[in-house]
């Protein structure tokens, strides 16, 4: 399988699910008002990874906003990946957020408290330039 | 004649009284938004597009405004919950059967106050909906922002809410990201539709 990649735009993130390193990127806003449209094909891209994937896999989360109908799809995309790690490869999310938002680092605990991969909480500094 | 004459006068009068007061109107208006602090104010019908520029709005006057980042995003994230429900709720009701307006307007604001803001809302709705949507706002107020917490954390894990994330998702992460209680009316129009005020605050 090849990898997917979307750019982001004013309402959904960018997208980047490497297949060849395991590395998977979602970055930007999540606000559409239909998210399941949005999320449909990266769910069924992890479900076509689960299949075989990396011995590791990493996650990455860098939201600025997410509004509630993203919210239920995020959790199917981190299910998904629960269920790769279930069947004993290695998973991690790592949770991106800004200095002042602890808003969004309580969005990212809410998630760790819900699924059952280990999460890492990244505060953004500047100096990465990101 | 003697009836014509006076009717046509008047008629013309009320004609005119009515022009003037279109005019004087305007400025009442705005007048009220400004002794309101009204930064923002939108009536109509929501289109995605509309809320991408309503947002792109919202988010430019903040940077204006606003030097704390966690208000700046909080207002976003209200007022986007608010247009999304305005929106939302208009298919739903679209799609019903009854005499719904097949299009109904919703209103939003967003009033600049001395301690914050406030993102006032409102829509018509289905009267056999706001028995529900009482209750569902009614617990939501009678919890502290730990329990706020909790009940955001298992109504998203248990999956039950509908394919736009309704079931009230929306309203308990709008009453989280205002960490006020949430003040709300209904007013009933007819015996099918009530109209539904939401006001919350966000503290600066």
């Known amino acids: ?130 | 004649m003697i009836i014509r004459a006076p009717f046509s006068l008047l008629h013309l009068c009320s004609k005119e009284y009515f022009r003037l007061g279109m005019i004087d109107r305007i400025h009442d208006l705005y007048d009220e938004l400004e002794r309101q602090r009204i930064m923002l104010s939108f009536k109509g019908s929501l289109t995605t597009e509309l809320i991408t520029a309503l947002l792109g709005m919202v988010e430019h006057k903040m940077e204006l405004i606003e030097p704390d980042g966690r208000s700046r995003k909080r207002v976003f994230n209200v007022v986007m919950e608010c247009l999304q429900n305005l929106y939302h709720h208009k298919t739903v009701i679209g799609q019903g059967e009854g005499s719904m307006d097949p299009d109904p307007h919703g209103v939003v604001m967003i009033a600049h106050l001395d301690n914050g803001y406030s993102v006032l809302s409102g829509n018509l709705m289905a009267g056999g909906d706001v028995e529900r949507l009482k209750q569902h706002l009614d617990r939501i107020n009678a919890l502290n922002s730990e329990e706020l917490r909790d009940l955001y954390k298992t109504t998203l894990a248990d999956g039950r809410y509908g394919t736009r994330g309704g079931g009230g998702l929306g309203m308990i992460d709008i009453a989280r990201k205002s960490g006020a209680k949430l003040e709300y009316g209904f007013v009933p129009i007819d015996k099918d539709s009530a109209f539904f005020s939401l006001n919350v605050n966000v503290t600066s």
């Open chain 1, 1 to 130: 399988m090849g990898p997917l990649r979307l750019e982001g735009t004013p309402k959904t993130p960018h997208i980047d699910l490497d297949p060849n390193t395991g590395m998977l990127e979602i970055k930007g806003r999540s606000i559409p008002e239909n998210s399941i449209d949005f999320y449909k094909p990266l769910i069924d891209w992890i479900d076509g990874y689960s299949r075989s994937p990396q011995s590791k896999t990493a996650l990455h989360v860098q939201l600025e906003y997410f509004n509630t109908s993203s919210s239920k799809c995020i959790l199917d995309v981190f299910k998904k990946l629960e269920a790769i790690r279930a069947a004993g490869n290695e998973v991690t999310i790592l949770w991106h957020y800004e200095e002042d938002d602890e808003d969004m680092l309580e969005a990212g605990e809410d998630y760790a408290g819900i699924i059952n991969v280990p999460f890492k909480m990244i505060l953004i500094e500047e100096v990465n330039g990101q």
